[in-house]
């Protein structure tokens, strides 16, 4: 009858586990809970293996009816030795169980561990994709339906437990385990909702990783158990554990086990019954009574708070803002009714508008020395592909291009990164002005810099008015910090990447890139500054050059003068002595003064005298050299 | 019995806190709220539903439902989009929009108090009303370096304005409609890239022309200068050879006391001269003094 009983329990549990299942995942998918879809998981699993050790329980109970029929058998037919010992085939329920824990329980157990590792994954990708997962949305109904489930699951898991500690019952455990482990992650639902319910939304992650922890271990216990498995020596008449029975489900459905152990533990390691110490009992009596203690100081501790150095904090009391803290320590009402909110307010925070250098952060990552960024080459400036990181801001220009469409607008692009650095200066108006001051503030800071850029000129703003600007956009930019109430102070504005963009494409493989025609630009300007440069080079030299040569000019004509009027007057003195030489002996001087001034100025010539001009004889006086034939050949008239 | 004493003490602590809880709420500073009584808003006399911040108290659930709204002001902003001047001009624009929720049942009956909901009504409100703005204006209004030309905030003005029009029953209350960025589409920016060259290349010639023009101009100035130095120094080395000519020639008034003199002596220096550096002479055996060489040969024959 008792065993019938089981029976009937253990499929009432698949049952109740099936229907609290599917309930329990309509509501998680109702309110987006992720600690309820991580119960489902749990809760599924529990219903499979309930509804499992059902099948494995009608067929040890058929097997006990065929022995039992076997045994009437035998007594029917006294003790003919031709039906002693039956051979198997004649125990086929027998068979049919030993053939399903040989074969079918260890492939269900590898079953679960599967659904196990799947149903981590999902519960992973929920916790780690937090931009797309919506926060949950919980009503009062799905927390007192979550309730009902505790209560159910936990009545049946403790009954179930209960039948299973009788003899030959242990197909009831592993479901039990799982009502009773069902019951608590449906306490922990209800915790994390109502805290939900309450304006905490952070708990729901917290407790979902609690759950996702339990199922990791017991996932890990199951592998284990596997490969135990394999190599576990049968011994005949020894009974089995059930593979899919996990003993951490077990300890975590009943943590009152779990103290009766950790007391059988502490009486084995000191040698005495430590649980029969007066101080353990009295522990044990008042257990209740030290931890409503804590909890009361844990209540009135909420009403201590320090402020540290960095921080301010607003004391809310009922919701409305009582004051701003400053650091120090606070004496405040306790929870609910006050409740303090810290704020970093002298911390340096920033933001950076237009291009995030993601290669530079990757560097940081693997700390590797930083690249150099070239104008040249892309940074991160994004492209067609990736609009949103295609930061080309629009620059007006007036300058009209010959040639250009007019479609084209007369508009310069410019690739900027402008990190902007701010601190809170005002936390009433930081928390009460807009739900994400942060935010704001870059849409603001991005809308100045878009309306000074399309105003600026682009030479001036790489170049001499590179100041101006940084100056112009941080007190622009802290305008409209201050006409929304933001309570923040703009620190620092920087023109960082402030450059042309790469500007490449199929018509640049000749013509080079926006970029480089700009370097280009710089390159024509260092020639320009050389060839300027050699050119005075060449007039540094040249003027002095002339004006050596004008002295050396000068110098050369004064001394011809001087030389000229020094001669002449010497000359002249010579020519009145020579005249009364010539007076004295007119034919003589002559020739004498023929004769020595011939003498005179051919000495070093070369002389040739034509002894007879018929016979063409010629005289040569310096006989070093031979005569040129051509010579032989001039007729020279005789002379007086 | 103590035991259970301490049990019920904690249990009635339990139910004291979950019924405290349960028939009180409390709206935050930052937040406005509204409540239901079986379903139906909970107005005042005024017909408002808003309850402001502080403590309240409600019955529970299902008599009493409250919901909560942020009151601060909202920041939307959407994706970067395409539009079109009134030349027909392509632009990428991006606006966001600053809103805060000013009648929390209007908002709760428009957006089933869902904040998300909200944006994506506005961003639909907004878009319209950016495309129908921009295309009012030329491009020039919209770029321009000579900002008294610059229409910027009035166009903002008129997209806040259009679009509060069309959110007026929505319970909120824009704020501020603002041009977050301005973009090019892809092939206009390419074209704007070759424009960009272009100018840069129209630099790069001017820049080289100029420093052409600057060299020749110096090396010309350079010139000019030498050569003026140069002329003035000859002109004066001139003058200076003409002095010493006049210096010279009263000196040649003594060669006129014996013409045939000075004559002989002018040719003998003349013969010098041009005998002087390696001549070679050929010469007649007659020319004195080589007529020595023959003369004893004439005497013979004489």
Not at chain 1, 42 to 62: K, M, Y
Not at chain 1, 153 to 167: Q, W
Not at chain 1, 595 to 613: H, N, V
Not at chain 2, 293 to 302: D, R, S
């Amino acid at each position: 009858m008792e065993k019938q009983n089981s029976k009937k329990m253990g499929l009432i549990n698949g049952i109740v586990l099936l229907v609290i299942t599917l309930g329990a995942l309509y509501l998680a998918n109702d309110t987006q809970s992720s600690v309820a879809m991580a119960s489902v998981v749990l809760l599924g699993i529990g219903t499979l293996i309930s509804i499992f050790s059902f099948v494995q329980g009608h067929l040890i109970s058929r097997e006990q009816d065929e022995e039992l029929e076997m045994q009437a058998l035998d007594q029917t037919r006294g003790n003919e030795s031709l039906f002693a010992g039956a051979a198997e085939d004649a125990y086929p329920a027998r068979n049919a169980r030993r053939q399903f824990e040989k074969w079918v329980v260890p492939a269900f157990s590898f079953l679960i561990l599967i659904f196990q590792s799947v149903g981590l994954i999902w519960i992973y990708n929920l916790l780690s994709d937090t931009a797309t997962t919506p926060l949950a949305v919980v009503s009062a109904l799905t927390i007192m339906f979550n309730g009902l489930f505790i209560i159910t699951l936990f009545l049946m898991g403790k009954y179930s437990a209960g039948l299973a500690r009788m003899n030959d019952q242990e197909l009831l455990r592993p479901g039990a385990s799982y009502m009773l482990l069902g019951s608590v992650v449906s306490t922990s639902v209800v915790i994390s909702q109502t805290a939900t319910y309450f304006g905490y939304p952070g708990w729901d992650r917290a407790v979902t990783w609690g759950v996702f922890m339990i199922i990791t271990i017991s996932a890990v216990e199951n592998l284990v158990t596997l490969i135990l498995e394999i190599y576990r020596p049968r011994i005949d008449g020894k009974k089995a554990r059930l593979l899919y029975d996990s003993r951490l489900i077990g300890l975590l459905g009943q943590p009152g086990s779990l103290i009766s152990t950790a007391t059988q533990a502490l009486d084995y390691q000191f040698g005495f019954k430590v649980s029969e110490t007066w101080f353990y009992r009295y522990v044990e009596q008042k257990l209740a009574l030290i931890i409503s203690i804590q909890f009361i100081v844990l209540f009135f501790s909420s009403s201590f708070v320090v402020i540290n150095a960095n921080e301010k904090a607003t004391l809310e009391r009922f919701g409305d803002l009582e004051d701003v803290l400053d650091p120090g320590f606070h004496l405040k009402l306790p929870w609910p009714v006050d409740k303090i909110y810290r704020f970093k307010t002298d911390e340096v925070h920033s933001f950076t508008l237009g291009v995030v250098d993601d290669n530079y952060q990757r560097d940081e990552e693997e700390k590797k020395p930083t690249r150099v960024l070239l104008w040249t080459q892309h940074h991160n400036h994004g492209s067609a592909e990736t609009p949103d990181k295609n930061m080309n801001m629009i620059v007006a220009s007036d300058v009209k291009i010959a040639g250009t469409s007019s479609e084209t607008p007369s508009v310069n692009l410019l690739t900027v990164s402008i990190p902007i650095q701010y601190r809170i200066n005002n936390l009433t108006n930081w928390i009460e002005q807009t739900d994400n001051p942060g935010k704001l503030m870059q849409s603001l800071a991005m809308r100045e810099v878009t309306q000074f850029l399309i105003g600026a000129d682009i030479d001036n703003l790489m170049g001499p008015g590179y100041t101006d600007a940084q100056n112009a956009l941080k007190e622009e930019i802290q305008s409209q910090v201050m006409a929304h109430n933001l309570g923040a102070e703009i620190l620092f504005v920087g023109l960082q990447h402030i450059h042309p963009p790469v500007g490449q494409n199929e018509q640049s493989k000749q013509s080079g890139g926006v970029a480089e025609n700009y370097e280009k630009v710089i390159v024509a300007q260092l020639n320009a500054e050389t060839n300027r440069l050699g050119a005075l080079y060449y007039s540094a030299g040249k003027v002095p050059q002339a004006q050596a040569s004008a002295a050396e000019l000068l110098a050369k004509a004064k001394i011809e003068s001087t030389n000229k009027v020094a001669i002449a007057q010497a000359e002249a003195k010579r020519f009145a002595n020579q005249v009364k030489a010539f007076e004295g002996a007119r034919s003589v001087y002559k020739t004498r003064m023929k004769l020595e001034t011939f003498q005179a100025a051919t000495k070093g010539s070369r002389k040739y005298i034509l002894s007879d001009p018929a016979n063409r004889d010629v005289i040569n006086l310096e006989l070093q050299d031979q005569l040129r034939s051509d010579l032989l050949d001039v007729t020279v008239d005789s002379q007086e | 019995m103590k035991k259970n004493h301490i049990t019920l003490t904690i249990g009635v602590i339990l139910v004291i806190i979950f019924g405290f809880m349960l028939l009180t709420f409390q709206v935050r500073h930052t937040e406005v709220a509204i409540r239901t009584t079986f379903g139906k808003a909970v107005v005042d006399n005024e017909g408002k539903a808003d309850i402001e911040s502080g403590f309240h108290f409600r019955w529970p659930w299902p008599v009493n439902e409250v919901y909560k709204f942020d009151k601060r002001i909202q920041s939307s902003e959407w994706t970067f989009e395409q539009t079109a001047t009134t030349e027909g001009k392509p632009i990428l624009i991006k606006v966001f929009a600053t809103w805060r929720i000013n009648n929390a049942l209007k908002f709760f009956k428009s957006f089933s108090g869902d904040l998300n909901s909200a944006d994506e009504k506005l961003k639909e409100v907004v878009r319209s009303s950016q495309n129908s703005v921009i295309s009012n204006y030329t491009f020039d209004q919209i770029v321009n370096t000579n900002t008294d030309l610059l229409k910027l905030d009035e166009i903002e003005e008129e997209m806040k304005k259009n679009a509060s029009l069309d959110t007026a029953n929505f319970g909120i209350e824009i704020k501020m409609v603002g041009i977050k960025r301005l973009g090019l589409p892809a092939s206009v920016t390419s074209q704007v890239f070759e424009r960009m060259k272009s100018e840069r290349q129209a630099r790069i010639k001017e820049t080289e022309a100029a420093g052409e023009r600057e060299a020749k101009m110096l090396r010309a100035d350079a010139d000019l200068k030498a050569n003026e130095i140069l002329a003035r120094a000859e002109a004066q080395a001139k003058v200076l050879r003409g002095e010493a000519e006049a210096a010279s020639a009263k000196f040649f008034k003594e060669f006129e006391k014996n013409p045939e003199l000075a004559n002989f002596l002018f040719n003998l220096n003349a013969m010098e001269g041009s005998l002087k550096e390696n001549s070679t002479l050929i010469l007649d055996p007659n020319t004195p003094p080589f007529n020595l060489l023959t003369q004893p040969q004439q005497n013979k024959n004489n």
